[in-house]
């Protein structure tokens, strides 16, 4: 239950949902997660790095490079279904 809640709580936040919500079509580079949503690099790090301590997402290095992805499938179906649902 109380992991439920801070899955909804992180989600609840515009950037991190807009992160997420782009994270959908799969894996995406640092580089692109900034300027879709429209915020400074530091905000748009500081917010990744909430979501990944939540296990909502997962990142790996390549060379200079951060990837991230969704790494909770309960977030993904939510978030599907919320999809649907526009």
Do not use: W
């Not at 899955?7 to 997420?20: G, H, N, Q």
């Not at 400074?40 to 990142?59: C, N, R």
């Amino acid at each position: 239950m109380k992991h439920s809640l801070r899955i909804f709580k992180a989600l609840s936040d515009e950037t991190r949902l807009r992160i997420v919500e782009f994270l959908l079509g799969g894996e995406r580079c640092v580089c692109e997660i900034i300027p879709y949503t429209k915020r400074a690099q530091s905000t748009v790090s500081l917010q990744l790095a909430k979501l990944e301590s939540l296990g909502i997402l997962k990142s790996r290095r390549d060379g200079k490079k951060i990837f991230y992805r969704i790494a909770s499938n309960k977030v993904k179906k939510i978030l599907e279904c919320m999809e649907d649902e526009d």
